[in-house]
């Protein structure tokens, strides 16, 4: 029987390569088309920026609710345990989940930024008035700054992530292969160091919304009239 699952495998390998191949050109094109019709790149940079503050919160409430299924199941001292296992598997498969799509938003910020930068920057060269143009170049400046200590922070959770993520999937498999109150009692100090990493890793995510925040208002003072700062994210 053909092995569809490496099939599979290789394709998504292929589409992956080829994205990274085609994205630059892509990408021109992209931001061409949004600002043909108004949207300049700065708000295209809020827009990414609230996404990306969006999948860190879904992924933040994510590993809260593994957190809780931990508790629960450190907890357990019935036979139930098998229910147990698919509660936390699915947990784990939802994180994982929501991790990736933090990456790809992370991804996606550095490269509208990376463009909305390099045409500031050479739209410097345009203006007329010095003070104006001084007062713009101070703006990219300070932009700059906040962006680079956003995105540090961004890439800091992203590392933190896959450790967690790694731990959560050996005690998962763990579980899986010992179904059993003995298992779990042996599981016990290993959750709790888990639980420990989630709630760090929470607290990272609240910390880096906040400097999204901090950044969009940076770029605020550059905005069209009317635009709005990127709303406050629920923690």
Known sequence: MPDYSNSHG??????????????????????HARESIGEPKRAIVVA?????????QDTRDAFADALERFNSLVA???????????????????C????????????????VTEALFTEWDRELGEYSNRALRNHSKQQLKQARQQYARLIKAMHKAEGKIQPVLAA?????????????????????HEFLDIGMDIAQLLLAMEQIIAEA???????????????????????
């Open 48 to 56: 990414q920026v609230e996404q990306a503050c969006g999948s860190l």
């Open 96 to 111: 994982r989940a929501k991790a990736e799509a933090v990456s790809q938003r992370i991804r996606s910020i550095e490269e």
């Open 213 to 235: 925040n901090e950044f969009v208002s940076v770029l605020s003072l550059q905005n069209a009239p009317g635009q709005k700062a990127l709303p406050r994210q629920r923690l």
């Open 76 to 94: 357990v001292q019935d036979t139930a345990l098998e229910h147990k296992y698919q509660l936390l598997n699915r947990q784990y498969q939802l």
């Open 168 to 188: 959560f999937k050996d005690q998962v498999l763990y579980l899986k292969h010992n179904l059993n109150a003995r298992a779990i009692a042996a599981l016990q």
């Open 10 to 31: 290789l394709l998504a390998l292929s589409l992956r390569t080829l994205k990274k191949l085609l994205s630059k050109p892509l990408q021109a094109m992209y931001f």
